[in-house]
C-alpha cells in the first residue's frame, strides 16, 4: 500500500514551519517511509515493523534541527552528513557514499537532484532503455503491486532522474531502482549510479554475505559492522562465485526463526557492490548498485540510462521468512519461463560421465539405460562441436562435429527421442578459443585492448557482447543448430571472467562503458533466444554457479549451482543459496563415489536426498553403475516425482545446519496448504554416546493430524513442530526422510 500526502512540521527553535511532502509504503509487517522537504530533499525515515497509522513526520527528526536551506542555510553542511537520504548525491557535504556521481560538461563531479513532482501507479514499468530493449526485472506476475515513481531534477544541469519503488505488500517486499534522463542539451559521463540506499539511524547489525570460490560457491558469512565501510563487491564481469550480489543486515541474535532480517539482492549479472557504512552517530548507510570500479557511461542528449533492480525484503521473523519472501517473489515474479511452475524433465548429463570423450554411441547408450531406469532428458555437454576434443579448441564454432556424432544431431535427437526421453544441448555462447575458426576470421571480436597480450583463461577469450553484430552472428550460429532437431533444453554456460577490457566498436571515451554494455549484450541474447524459442527450458551456467544471480534467473528457471556434486559439500552450497534463491532453481545432480571434487564417499542415497533439494538429475555414466546402484534408481525416480512439487511450489525450512551443530543438516518442504511437508536429514558427524536428536518441522498446521508416513503413526501438528520428530541416524553422511501428510 501506497500513501503519499503533506503535513506541516513545527521547529521547536522558532515558530516557522516547513511543509513536507510524505510517502509511505506499507507491506504486511514492514513500513518504510520517506518525504521530500522544504527545500526539497528527499529524506529517509524508517523502514522496519510496520507503524500504525499516524503521521510519521516526526521520524525525520526535523522539528530537532529543522532541515531546510531557507531557515538554517548557515549549517546546509552539517545536515548533509547527518540525515538520512533516499539517493544521496555526491559533492554537496554528505561524506557517506553517495548513490550518484555525474560528471557534466565542464567537467565537474557535483549533482544535486531535488523533488519535483510523484506519482502512483498500479502494476510496474518495464526497464528497458534506448539500444537495451530488456533490463531484467520483477513483473507484476503472481503477487500484485503499485509503484510510486519520485521525480527529481539537478537544476544545474537539466538531468532528470526517476526513483522508482514497487511494493508488493504480501511479500513483504520492495522494490527499487533509478532512471536518469539527460533532457539537457549536452552529454554528461555518469561516473556512479547505484540502485538504492537505505539509512538507518543505529549501528546493532551483522552483515550476512555468501562468499567462496569455484566449487565451494556461496557459503554463508555472518559478522558485525564496525565503523567504516564493509561490503560484497564483484569486479570481474560477472556476479563470480567469489560473491553474490546479495546481503543481509540482521540484529545480533537474530536466526532462522526470529528476528529482525533485511535482505537486499540486486537483480544483474555483471560488476557489483552491497556496502554497509557505519558512519558518525552510529548510522548505518547501506548503497547497492552496479560497480563504479572501471565503470562510466556517456549519457547522450535524450537517452536514459537504468540502474538494475534492487529487491529489499524486511522479515520480523528471522532468516527463514526473509529467503521465503524471496523464493515466493521470484517464483511468481521474476522468474519469467513458462517452466517456472512446470515440473521440470529428470535429466541426465553426460559431462562427469564421459566429459570430452563421447560419440553418438555412447551417448546412445547412456540414453537407452537411462530410459529404462525412468530418467526424462539426455543433456549432450561440451564437446560436440567444432574440432573439440579438450577445452583447448572450437568455442565459437558452433557447427555440430559430424565425426564425432555420426548420423549427425538430427539422428542423435531422434533416437533419443524414440526412447522417450527429451533431449538437451550445452552451448557457452559468449566465448571464443585462441584455436576456433571464429577468432581467425574475426580477431577483433574478442573484448581487448589492441596492442597488449590477451589474458587467456582455459585457452578462451570473451566475445565482445557489447557488439550487436557479434550477437546476431552467434545468434544464427546458436539457432541453425536449435532448428536443425528437437532439442528441448539448452544449457547456456560461461567459463571465465573477463580481462582487457575494451571494444572495437566504441570511442575512446565509452571504453568504460564495456562492462555494463557486455551484461546488457547478454541480456539481449538470452532475451532473443527465450523468445524465438519459448518451449526451450534454459538452464544457466557459469563453471558451476558462478553467475546465479537474479539477472540469470529472469530468464532462467534453474541454474546449475555448482560443479561440485559431492554431497556433503552441496549442503552447504545448496543452503547458502537457498538464503535468496528457491531450491527450484537450483539444478543438482547425483554423481559419483567418491566425488569427482573431493574424493569423498558417500552413500547413494544420501547423494539422491540432497539432489532432491533441487531441480534433480544425474550426472554420471549410467552404464557403469554397480548393480546395486543401478537397482536404486527407479525407485530414486519414483520418490523424485512423489515429492518434486513440494520443491517447486512449497515453503522451504532450513531446520539445521551442520555448519553451527556440526553434525545435522536438516531441511523441510511444506506445501503452501500446509497438507504435507517433506523433512530431509543427513546426518554428516556422528558422535559417540550423543543421544537421538528431536528435528523440528515448521510451517505446518498445529490443528492438523500429520500421518509420518516413515514411522507409521500421527501427530499434531502442534506436538510435531514443538516436541519434534526423533531422528537417530548410525554412521556418517546417512540420510533420512520423512513424508508428513494430513489425515
Ligand atoms: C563448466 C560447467 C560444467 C561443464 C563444463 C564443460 O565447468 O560448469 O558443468 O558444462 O563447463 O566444459
Redesign the pocket.
Known amino acids: 500500500m501506497i500513501h503519499t500526502y503533506d503535513t506541516q512540521i513545527h521547529y521547536s527553535r522558532d515558530m516557522n514551519g516547513e511543509t513536507v511532502t510524505c510517502f509511505r509504503l506499507d507491506t504486511k509487517v514492514s513500513t518504510y517511509f520517506f518525504a521530500a522537504s522544504d527545500a526539497k530533499f528527499l529524506l529517509h525515515g524508517y523502514y522496519g515493523s510496520r507503524a500504525g497509522q499516524d503521521d510519521l513526520s516526526f521520524l525525520l527528526h526535523l522539528d530537532v534541527y529543522p532541515h531546510t536551506v531557507k531557515s538554517n542555510l548557515r549549517e546546509k553542511g552539517v545536515i548533509m552528513g547527518a540525515y538520512g537520504f533516499e539517493y544521496p548525491c555526491h559533492g554537496i557535504g554528505d561524506y557517506r557514499e553517495a548513490c550518484l556521481m555525474i560528471e557534466d560538461k565542464a567537467g565537474m563531479t557535483t549533482c544535486d537532484f531535488r523533488y519535483v513532482s510523484h506519482e502512483v501507479m498500479k502494476g510496474k514499468p518495464k526497464l528497458s532503455q534506448k539500444d537495451f530493449d530488456v533490463i531484467p526485472a520483477t513483473f507484476e506476475g503472481e503477487n500484485s503491486c503499485e509503484t510510486l515513481k519520485v521525480t527529481l531534477q539537478d537544476s544545474h544541469t537539466d538531468l532528470t532522474l526517476e526513483l522508482y519503488y514497487s511494493v508488493f505488500e504480501e511479500l513483504d517486499v520492495i522494490t527499487r531502482s533509478a532512471r536518469l534522463v539527460n533532457g539537457s542539451g549536452n552529454p554528461v559521463t555518469i561516473r556512479r549510479i547505484f540502485s538504492t540506499c537505505v539509512d538507518y539511524d543505529e549501528s546493532d547489525f551483522e552483515m550476512i554475505t555468501l562468499n567462496g570460490s569455484w566449487g565451494r560457491e556461496r557459503v554463508i558469512e555472518r559478522y558485525p559492522l564496525r565503523h567504516g565501510k564493509q561490503l560484497v563487491d564483484s569486479i570481474c564481469g560477472e556476479s563470480s562465485a567469489q560473491s553474490n550480489p546479495f546481503a543481509a543486515l540482521v540484529r545480533p541474535g537474530t536466526d532462522e526463526e526470529q528476528g529482525e532480517a533485511y535482505g537486499f539482492n540486486l537483480v544483474y549479472s555483471g560488476n557489483f557492490t552491497i556496502e554497509a557504512q557505519v558512519a558518525q552517530q552510529h548510522k548505518t548507510r547501506l548503497v547497492a548498485g552496479i560497480h563504479d570500479y572501471d565503470f562510466a557511461w556517456v549519457l547522450e542528449p535524450d537517452y536514459d540510462f537504468w540502474a538494475p533492480e534492487c529487491v529489499i525484503t524486511y522479515s520480523a521473523s528471522g532468516l527463514g521468512t526473509m529467503s521465503r519472501n524471496f523464493h515466493d517473489l521470484y517464483r511468481g515474479n521474476l522468474i519469467r519461463s513458462k517452466y517456472v511452475r512446470e515440473e521440470r524433465p529428470i535429466l541426465i548429463n553426460n ?1 562427469e560421465a564421459t566429459f570430452f570423450d563421447f560419440d553418438t554411441e555412447k551417448l546412445l547408450s547412456i540414453a537407452r539405460e537411462s530410459a529404462k531406469l525412468g530418467i526424462e532428458m539426455l543433456v549432450m ?2 564437446g560436440w562441436f567444432g574440432r573439440r576434443e579438450n ?1 583447448d579448441s572450437s568455442l565459437g564454432d558452433w557447427k555440430v562435429n559430424e565425426e564425432k556424432l555420426l548420423g549427425g544431431l538430427k539422428y542423435l535427437v531422434d533416437e533419443v527421442n524414440k526412447l522417450g526421453m527429451k533431449f538437451g544441448i ?1 552451448f557457452e555462447p559468449e566465448m571464443v578459443s585462441l584455436d576456433s575458426e571464429l577468432f581467425r576470421a574475426h580477431p577483433d571480436w574478442a573484448i581487448q585492448v589492441p596492442g597488449r597480450e590477451l589474458t587467456l583463461r582455459r585457452n578462451q577469450f570473451v566475445l565482445d557482447f557489447s557488439r550487436k553484430d557479434v550477437r546476431d552472428y552467434v545468434y544464427g550460429m546458436m539457432t541453425a543448430v536449435l532448428r536443425s532437431a528437437n532439442i528441448e533444453y539448452v ?1 547456456w ?1 560461461m ?1 571465465r571472467s573477463l580481462t582487457e577490457v575494451g571494444s572495437a566498436l566504441l570511442p575512446a571515451r565509452q571504453q568504460r562503458e564495456v562492462w555494463h554494455r557486455y551484461v546488457l549484450g547478454v541480456y539481449d541474447l538470452m532475451n532473443r533466444l527465450t523468445t524465438d524459442f519459448p518451449d526451450i527450458l534454459l538452464e544457466n ?1 557459469s ?2 554457479g558462478a553467475r546465479f544471480d537474479p539477472g540469470m534467473l529472469y530468464f532462467s528457471p534453474q541454474i ?1 549451482t555448482s ?1 561440485n556434486t559431492d554431497a556433503v559439500e552441496r549442503l552447504k552450497i545448496q543452503m547458502g543459496t537457498s538464503l535468496c534463491y528457491p531450491p527450484s532453481a537450483m539444478g543438482a545432480h547425483v554423481s559419483v563415489s567418491p566425488s569427482q571434487a573431493v574424493g569423498r564417499a558417500t552413500p547413494f542415497a544420501t547423494r539422491g536426498d540432497v539432489a532432491m533439494a533441487g531441480t534433480f538429475g544425474y550426472e554420471l555414466d549410467v552404464t557403469e553403475m554397480s548393480e546395486e546402484d543401478l537397482a536404486a534408481v527407479p525407485k530414486q525416480i519414483e520418490t523424485y516425482k512423489k515429492y518434486r512439487h513440494l520443491v517447486l511450489n512449497g515453503d522451504y525450512y532450513r531446520l539445521s545446519y551442520h555448519m553451527c551443530d556440526a553434525k545435522w543438516n536438516a531441511w523441510e518442504f511444506v506445501a503452501k496448504d500446509r497438507s504435507e511437508a517433506l523433512v530431509t536429514v543427513v546426518q554428516v558427524m556422528s558422535r559417540a554416546n550423543s543421544p537421538a536428536v528431536m528435528i523440528k518441522p515448521r510451517g505446518l498446521d498445529p490443528e492438523a493430524m500429520y500421518l509420518v508416513e516413515e514411522v507409521g503413526s500421527a501427530f499434531s501438528g502442534e506436538t510435531l513442530m514443538n516436541c519434534g520428530l526423533r531422528v537417530d541416524l548410525w554412521g556418517d553422511f546417512v540420510s533420512k526422510r520423512y513424508h508428513l501428510v494430513i489425515v
Open positions: 559431462w555437454d561440451d577445452d550445452w544449457k554456460d567459463n551456467c563453471s558451476g546449475w560443479d
